[in-house]
């Protein structure tokens, strides 16, 4: 079964670190890219960042450039998303998610498997 | 980045009939415009990806049309289990965005 099961939300103050991870299984891991989109309480989705199969190119949504940075480990077949410098704003579902079309080249998609999402709450 | 409008916010409907909803581009997405149901505290499912290709899986009473700015997600006769919020996203340019949501409630 294609499965992907995010982990590392939790609490976290205004201008705080927090580091998500995503354990994928089921599938040939390193050749998809994969993204991370957020949805914030009651608000509709938001793509996040992306990485390409290799872990090669990487890809930002403005808001976070500069504080966010994804990562993946092909060998372990996970995918992680370290947050520093936390903002209220930041407070969301994060949810990992992999992208439709096979190789790992292609890291702008649809996504056709997506996790359970895990909570990420930035308040003092 | 391209904004994607949907409409209408709100569509109430009665099971069996047919839902028609809207999703319009700030700029030309050429066919890279995908659909996604979801349902409370569930995650997005894809329904159709590159305007009309139905993904594994999603029943065919599920279409969806359009190019360039406009697209359209059919559903020819709602099921009790499609009351949920729909999104639009497009693949065509960074960032990827979504559409801010159509919801399907029971009327």
């Known amino acids: 079964e294609v499965q992907l099961v995010e982990s590392g939300g939790n609490l976290v103050q205004p201008g705080g670190s927090l580091r998500l991870s995503c354990a994928a299984s089921?599938?040939?891991?390193?050749?998809?890219?994969m993204s991370w989109v957020r949805q914030a309480p009651g608000k509709g989705l938001e793509w996040v960042s992306g990485i390409s199969g290799s872990g090669g190119p990487t890809y930002y949504t403005d808001s976070v450039k500069g504080r966010f940075t994804i990562s993946r480990d092909n060998a372990k077949n996970m995918l992680y998303l370290q947050m520093n410098t936390l903002r209220a704003e930041d407070t969301a579902v994060y949810y990992c998610?992999?992208?439709?079309?096979?190789?790992?080249?292609?890291?702008?998609?649809?996504?056709?498997?997506w996790g359970q999402g895990t909570m990420v709450t930035v308040s003092s | 980045e391209i904004v994607l409008t949907q409409s209408p916010a709100t569509l109430s409907l009665s099971p069996g009939e047919r839902a028609t909803l809207s999703c319009r581009a700030s700029?030309?997405?050429?066919?890279?415009l995908a659909w996604y149901q979801q349902k409370p505290g569930q995650a997005p499912r894809l329904l159709i990806y590159d305007t009309s290709n139905r993904a594994t899986g999603i029943p065919a009473r599920f279409s969806g049309s359009g190019s360039g700015t406009d697209f359209t997600l059919t559903i020819s006769s709602l099921e009790p289990e499609d009351f949920a919020v729909y999104y639009c996203?497009?693949?065509?340019?960074?960032?990827?965005?979504f559409g801010g949501g159509t919801k399907v409630e029971i009327k």
């Open positions: 700029q030309s997405v050429s066919s890279y």
């Open positions: 089921g599938f040939t891991f390193s050749s998809y890219a």
């Open positions: 996203q497009q693949r065509t340019n960074w960032p990827l965005t």
């Open positions: 998610a992999k992208v439709t079309t096979f190789g790992g080249v292609i890291t702008g998609d649809a996504f056709d498997i």
